[in-house]
């Protein structure tokens, strides 16, 4: 099977943020600095107050508010960061062969073409796949996947004869999107 397809700026940026929304360990990082922060706020904005010797509940109430304004926003805002860093990386003179034609050939092994690429990976270094609305995301190692773009199949068959090729080598159903 041979596939032939265009890698975007936007698959980047919708691989980055499938990671960051599906990862467990980024998930556990956010919730803790959303605790820490709004505890931080709350019990520093009160320590200060009452060092000011303006604690009130006017005050208290205004740090719970700005406590709850940076639990609540912390996703949106990390989830940002991740849109604009990997904007950013993309944009680096020596991250520009990432984007554009690619050709995927699923044969003895996976071969991957793209410009100033060529790599060949066993199907057995397949350690998980994802998928969102529109990729599936190859995971070669821990950070690394190789993007398919839905757009790459001439038919719903020929998807899934890709999806289950590759997965053929996946014992734990849990790894698999």
Same mark, same amino acid.
């Given at each position: 099977?041979?596939?032939h397809y265009e890698i975007t700026k936007q698959d980047y940026i919708?691989?980055?943020?499938? *990671?960051?929304?599906n990862n467990a360990m980024v998930q556990r990082s956010i919730l803790i600095t959303r605790i820490a922060t709004a505890a931080l706020v709350v019990l520093g904005g009160t320590a200060l107050m009452y060092w000011v010797?303006?604690?009130?509940?006017?005050?208290v109430l205004v740090y719970l508010a700005l406590a709850a304004l940076c639990f609540f926003g912390t996703p949106w805002y990390m989830k940002r960061k991740v849109v604009k860093n990997t904007a950013r990386i993309l944009n680096n003179a020596r991250n520009k062969q990432l984007c554009g034609p690619k050709t995927l050939t699923l044969g003895e092994e996976i071969d991957l073409k793209?410009?100033?690429?060529?790599t060949t990976y066993a199907y057995t270094a397949v350690q998980r796949t994802a998928s969102d609305a529109g990729h599936? *995301?190859?995971f070669v190692d821990?950070?690394?996947a190789i993007i398919v773009p839905f757009t790459a199949f001439a038919d719903e068959v020929q998807k899934q004869d890709f999806y289950n090729r590759i997965t053929a080598n996946i014992e734990d159903e849990a790894l698999k999107c």
């Open positions: 099977m041979e596939l919708d691989f980055s943020l499938n *990671y960051f929304e010797k303006g604690l009130s509940v006017l005050s793209g410009e100033n690429e060529h599936y *995301y190859v821990e950070l690394s």
